[in-house]
C-alpha cells in the first residue's frame, strides 16, 4: 500500500531556491523552508528527538534535538530552525552534547522514562547519571500535586530531587492517563486542539515544575470535552497516555510487542476509510492505531476506529486483555 | 467553535464583574439570558471576529478576581461562554498566574515581598509579624482547601468571602526596593482596592490583617534622591511636575518633542534616534533605531507598538517610579514611536504589582486623548495613535518580549521561539516594535535635542544617560541617573553606600554579583561586558552582610525556579535542580562533596544557558555562576 507523508512546514509563497549550508563539516543542499532536522536527516544524520512529531506543529520544547550554529548566542532547535544559506552547523559538538546529556538527566531524574522507546539507550549514548541530582523524592499525592499554586515553593529538602511522581488517572475505560510519565512535549494538547482534534479537552495548567496537562478545574476525562478519539495517545512518546489493555497487559508482565502481529486494514465503521494497524497478540487485537506516515489520517482515528474492537475478539480474551475489569 | 462548559453557575456580581470588561452579551450564545433573546437561536455566532476576542480572557479573568478574590467555576464559565474560549484553556491561564486564584481566597490578599530588596531590610520581620496574626501564608492554606479536590463555591456563596479574614502570602519583588519592606494589598469588592506600602512596619501589618485600611499608596509621593538637579534628564519631572495634570506637563516641556517629531517625518526621526546611539533599557541593549526601522519596512499591517512596563527584575523600580512621576513622558514616547514605526495602535504591558502607576497612566491616556493628543487625528495632523493598557498578573516571564505578546493575546505567558522576531511576527503574529519605559522615555531628548546631541552624553558605545536603581546597603536608595560611563563606586557613593561593602548585585537576578573591589568599574556595556558583569535593566543592589548574601543566592535560584514558565526541560528542571544543588551546598550536605556539586551547578548552569527557549533559562544561572566564581561564596563557606 502506498503512504505518503504530508509534510507539515509552512507552504512556500514563493519558489526559493535551494539552500547550501554546512552541516557537520559537510556541505549540504537543502530545499528553502525546511527545518535542519529535516536537512539533518536527508544527510544521513541522526538527531535525537522527544517532542517533535512529524505530524504535529513543532513545539521545540524538549530541546533534545538542539544543535550548534556558529554565530548563534546559544544552541538552536534542529526541529523548527528553518535553513538559512551559508549556515555552518554542527550536530554532536562538545556544547551539543553536553546539553543533550542534561536535558536527558534532567529529564531522567524528573520522570519515568521507562516505557519511553529508545530512551534507555540514549542514556547510555549521552553518558547520563540521573542520580547525581540525588535520590528521587517520595512521590506526590494527587491532591499534593493540585495544592501546588504559582509563585513560592517549599523550600528543597537536601536529600531529594523533586519527580513528578505521582498516580495513575484512571478515570474511565478506555485509556488511562500516568502523568508520572509525563514530560510535558505538548503533543497531546496540540493533538487534542488545532493540530487534529479541534476538542480542547485538555491543556497546559500550572507554571514551572508545577506545569502539568490538565482538563478545565481538574475535572476528570468524563466531564470534560474529551471524545476519546484516542489521538492524544497515539503521539504520546512516553507511555504516559496509554489505552487500557495495553496498560492492563503491561503491569501483568504479558505485553510483548516482539510477539505482536500488526496487520493494516480498512476501518468498517464509516464511509472515511480510515487505516488501521491492529497489534495482535496471542490471537486477540490488543491495540489499534493508524499510521503517521499515511495522507488522510496521519495517525488519527476515532473512538471507534481505536478503541471498538472488542466485537471482533474472542470472549475470553476480552476479559484476559482487561484484567482490571475482569476482577471487578 | 463547539465547546463543552463546566457545570457551574456564575453568580451575580460575577456576571457584572465581566460585562463590565467585555460589554453585555449580545445573543444567548454567548452568555446572554434565556428570556432575553427569544430569536437568535438560528443564527450562527463565532468564527474570526469571536477568536479575536481571545484577547480580552486575561482582562475578564482579572475582572473576577477583583470581584471575589478568586476565580470560580462558575465565573470560569461565564468568561468561556462569553469569549468562546475552551475551559481547559482558560483554566491553563486561570493557573499561569500568580495573582489569579482559582481556590477561594480572603478578600484582601496582603502580599508581602521577601525578594532579595526585602529579604534583608525588614521582610522576616513583616513576615513573623504576619504569621503572629494571620497564621500560615495562604500558599500553604491553599493546599488544605484543595484536598477535598471538588470545585465549587466555597460554603455560602463566593460573595462570603468578604467576611473572611485577611490572609498573606509572600511574594517576589514588588519592585520598592527603596521602601523595603513592602508590600501589595489587594481588596476585592464591588469597588477594588490595591495598594502598595513601603516602609512596613510590624503595626502597619498587623492592622492590614485586621482589616483596617492600607491608607495612601507609597508611590503617591513619587520622590528621587536626585530631586532638582539641573542635569536630570529623564527624571527631570520627577516629583516636580504634577503627573496628574497634561497642562502642567506641557508647561514643562511636554509635547514639544511629538510636535517636533511630526514636523521631521518618520525617517528623519528614526534617522535621529539611530545616530543617537540608544539601546534598549530592559536589559537586552538592543539598538532602538534599528528595531524601529525594521518594523517601519515590514509589509504587513498592522504594526504595533508595544511599552514593556512588566518591570519585575528583582530589583528594579526604575520604570516604576517613570511611570507614576511622568506618565505622559511615556505617552508622548509611545505616541512617536507609532508615528515613527507606521502603527495606529500602542499597548503598554504594565505589571500588576503597580496599581498606582496604573491609575497615574491611565489618567494620562484619557488626558491625551481628550486633548487630542491620542487618537484619530493626533495634534490635528492626520496621524493616528491611540494607546491601551494591559495589566500583568503576576508572571515574571512576561516580561520576555514574546510571553508578554502571548499574555495580551489572551494565552499563557510561554515564550516563542525566535526566529521569527517579533519585527517582523509580534503581537497577533504582525511587525511589533517593543521598548522598555526607560528606553521610551529617552526617545523624548533624542527628538527635542537630535541624536548627535544626545550621543554626546557617554560613551561612543554607550551614550546619553542610565537610571539605575540603587537598593540595599545603602543609605539613599532610589532611582539615580547618571551619565553612561560614571563609575559604580561614584554611584555607590552618592546614594551612601555601607563602608562593609562586600558585594554589589549588578543587573538583577539576571545579572551578576561582582566584588567590592570591583566597583571602579565604568557602567557602560562594553567595560561591564570586558569585566564578564552585565548591566541588566541597571539594578545595584549593595550587600554587606556575608549571610545576607548567602540567603540572596538562594533566593534567586528559589525565584527562577518560581517564575520558570514551565515550557521547556532545561530551565523547568534546570532550575529545581540548581536551587536543590545550593541548599546541600549551603546546609553543609554536598552530595559528593563541595567540588562535585559546584561541577554539577555548572554543568546544570552551561546547560540552561545553552538550550533554554529564552532570556530566563539562559540568565538563570548568571547569578548563581558568579556568586560561586566571582565571590567563592558557597566554595570557601562549606569547605
Known amino acids: ?328 | 467553535m463547539d465547546i463543552r462548559l463546566p457545570d457551574a453557575d456564575p453568580t451575580d456580581a460575577e456576571r457584572e464583574a465581566v460585562d463590565a470588561v467585555l460589554g453585555a452579551p449580545t445573543s444567548r450564545w454567548h452568555g446572554g439570558a434565556r428570556d432575553q433573546w427569544q430569536h437568535d437561536t438560528h443564527v450562527g455566532h463565532g468564527g474570526r471576529a469571536m477568536r479575536q476576542r481571545r484577547t480580552e480572557l486575561v482582562p475578564a479573568l482579572q475582572a473576577l478576581q477583583s470581584r471575589h478574590g478568586w476565580i470560580s467555576p462558575g465565573g470560569l464559565r461565564y468568561v468561556c461562554e462569553r469569549l468562546h474560549v475552551p475551559p481547559a484553556e482558560a483554566w491553563g491561564v486561570a493557573t499561569f498566574y500568580a495573582l489569579l486564584a482559582t481556590a477561594p481566597r480572603p478578600r484582601r490578599v496582603v502580599h508581602v515581598c521577601d525578594d532579595i530588596g526585602c529579604r534583608n531590610r525588614g521582610a522576616r520581620d513583616v513576615i513573623a509579624a504576619a504569621t503572629a496574626v494571620a497564621g500560615a501564608h495562604l500558599g500553604h492554606a491553599h493546599a488544605t482547601a484543595a484536598e477535598g479536590d471538588a470545585p465549587g463555591h466555597p460554603a455560602g456563596d463566593a460573595a462570603g468571602s468578604a467576611t473572611q479574614a485577611p490572609g498573606w502570602m509572600p511574594s517576589p519583588c514588588l519592585g520598592l526596593c527603596d521602601q523595603a519592606p513592602a508590600v501589595l494589598v489587594t481588596d476585592a469588592g464591588a469597588v477594588p482596592e490595591e495598594r502598595q506600602l513601603g516602609g512596613v512596619t510590624d503595626d502597619v501589618i498587623r492592622a492590614l490583617l485586621t482589616g483596617a485600611a492600607p491608607g495612601a499608596d507609597a508611590l503617591a509621593d513619587t520622590r528621587v534622591p536626585q530631586q532638582g538637579d539641573a542635569s536630570l534628564v529623564l527624571l527631570r519631572r520627577v516629583g516636580v511636575v504634577d503627573p496628574t495634570s497634561l497642562a502642567a506637563y506641557r508647561d514643562a516641556g511636554g509635547y514639544r518633542a511629538l510636535a517636533r517629531a511630526l514636523d521631521l517625518g518618520a525617517e528623519a526621526v528614526i534617522a535621529e534616534v539611530t545616530a543617537s546611539g540608544l539601546v534598549g533599557r530592559g536589559g537586552a541593549a538592543f539598538p532602538t533605531g534599528r528595531k524601529w526601522d525594521a518594523v517601519r519596512r515590514q509589509e504587513a499591517t498592522p504594526h504595533y507598538v508595544v511599552c514593556n512596563a512588566d518591570e519585575s527584575e528583582p530589583g528594579t523600580f526604575k520604570d516604576r517610579v517613570l511611570i507614576a512621576g511622568d506618565p505622559f513622558a511615556v505617552v508622548e514616547a509611545m505616541t512617536i514611536a507609532g508615528f515613527a514605526t507606521g502603527s495606529t495602535k500602542g499597548f503598554v504591558y504594565l505589571r500588576a504589582e503597580y496599581p498606582l502607576a496604573h491609575q497615574r497612566l491611565h489618567g494620562a491616556v484619557e488626558a491625551a486623548r481628550a486633548a487630542g493628543l491620542l487618537g484619530d487625528d493626533v495634534m490635528g495632523r492626520g496621524v493616528r495613535f491611540d494607546i491601551e493598557i494591559r495589566r500583568g498578573a503576576g508572571a515574571y516571564i512576561c516580561g520576555e518580549e514574546t510571553a508578554l505578546f502571548e499574555s495580551i493575546e489572551g494565552k499563557r505567558g510561554e515564550p516563542r521561539t525566535k526566529p521569527p522576531f517579533p519585527v517582523q511576527v509580534g503581537l497577533f503574529g504582525k511587525p511589533t516594535v517593543v521598548n522598555n519605559v526607560e528606553t521610551l522615555a529617552n526617545v523624548l531628548p533624542i527628538v527635542l535635542e537630535g541624536g548627535a546631541a544626545y550621543a554626546a552624553k557617554g560613551t561612543p558605545q554607550s551614550t546619553g544617560t542610565r537610571l539605575f536603581c540603587l537598593s540595599g546597603a545603602v543609605a539613599r536608595p532610589g532611582v539615580y541617573e547618571a551619565p553612561c560611563g560614571t563609575s559604580l563606586r561614584a554611584l555607590l557613593q552618592q546614594a551612601g553606600v555601607s563602608p562593609r561593602l562586600s558585594a554589589v548585585l549588578l543587573g538583577g537576578a539576571a545579572g551578576g554579583f561582582i566584588r567590592a573591589d570591583e566597583t571602579d568599574l565604568p557602567l557602560t556595556l562594553e567595560h561591564a561586558r570586558a569585566a564578564d558583569a552585565t548591566l541588566g535593566s541597571g539594578v545595584i543592589m549593595a550587600f554587606d552582610d556575608p549571610d545576607d548574601l548567602r540567603e540572596a543566592v538562594l533566593r534567586i535560584a528559589a525565584f527562577f525556579r518560581d517564575e520558570s514558565c514551565g515550557q521547556c526541560v532545561p530551565c523547568r528542571v534546570g532550575t529545581v535542580r540548581q536551587e536543590e544543588a545550593l541548599h546541600r551546598l549551603a546546609t553543609g550536605a554536598p552530595l559528593g562533596g563541595v567540588t562535585a556539586e559546584l561541577a554539577l551547578l555548572d554543568d546544570i548552569g552551561r546547560a540552561m544557558r545553552d538550550a533554554s527557549i529564552c532570556g530566563l533559562g539562559q540568565s538563570a544561572a548568571a547569578a548563581v555562576d558568579s556568586a560561586v566564581r566571582r565571590l567563592g561564596l558557597f566554595a570557601t563557606t562549606a569547605q
Open chain 1, 1 to 328: 500500500m502506498t503512504a505518503t507523508l504530508i509534510p507539515i512546514t509552512r507552504p512556500a509563497r514563493t519558489s526559493r531556491p535551494p539552500v547550501a549550508l554546512t552541516i557537520d563539516g559537510r556541505t549540504v543542499t537543502a530545499e528553502a523552508g525546511v527545518t535542519l532536522l529535516a536537512a539533518c536527516r536527508a544527510a544521513g544524520l541522526e538527531i535525537p528527538t522527544l517532542c517533535f512529531l512529524e505530524t504535529l506543529t513543532p513545539a521545540n520544547v524538549c530541546r533534545l534535538c538542539v544543535v550548534e550554529v556558529e554565530g548563534a548566542r546559544v544552541l538552536v532547535p534542529s526541529c523548527s530552525r528553518e535553513v538559512e544559506a551559508g549556515m555552518v552547523v554542527h550536530t554532536n559538538s562538545p556544547r551539543v552534547r553536553h546539553a543533550r546529556r542534561l536535558v536527558l538527566e534532567f529529564l531522567a531524574s524528573s520522570v519515568d522514562l521507562s516505557t519511553t522507546p529508545g530512551m534507555a539507550e540514549l542514556l547510555v549514548e549521552y553518558g547520563c547519571h540521573p542520580e547525581r541530582f540525588g535520590a528521587s523524592a517520595e512521590p506526590q499525592s494527587t491532591a499534593e500535586r493540585a495544592a501546588v499554586g504559582v509563585g513560592h515553593h517549599e523550600p528543597p529538602d537536601t536529600a531529594h530531587a523533586a519527580t513528578v511522581a505521582q498516580p495513575v488517572l484512571r478515570d474511565n475505560e478506555l485509556f488511562v492517563r500516568d502523568y508520572a510519565k509525563c514530560v510535558l512535549c505538548y503533543r497531546c494538547v496540540q493533538a487534542c486542539g488545532v493540530d487534529h482534534q479541534n476538542s480542547f479537552a485538555i491543556a497546559l495548567a500550572g507554571r514551572g515544575f508545577a506545569a502539568r496537562i490538565s482538563t478545565e478545574l481538574s475535572v476528570g476525562l468524563p466531564d470534560s470535552a474529551c471524545v476519546y478519539c484516542g489521538n492524544c495517545v497515539a503521539v504520546c512518546p512516553t507511555g504516559a497516555l496509554m489505552a487500557v489493555p495495553e496498560f492492563d497487559l503491561r503491569a501483568a508482565g504479558a505485553w510483548r510487542p516482539e510477539e505482536q502481529a500488526v496487520t493494516d486494514t480498512i476501518c468498517p465503521y464509516c464511509g472515511v476509510g480510515c487505516t488501521v494497524s491492529l497489534h495482535v497478540q496471542d490471537n486477540v487485537i490488543v491495540k489499534a492505531t493508524s499510521p503517521f506516515a499515511h495522507g488522510i489520517t496521519q495517525g488519527n482515528l476515532c473512538i471507534k476506529g481505536r478503541f471498538g474492537w472488542q466485537h471482533v475478539q474472542p470472549e475470553a480474551a476480552t476479559a484476559s486483555t482487561a484484567p482490571a475489569r475482569a476482577a471487578e
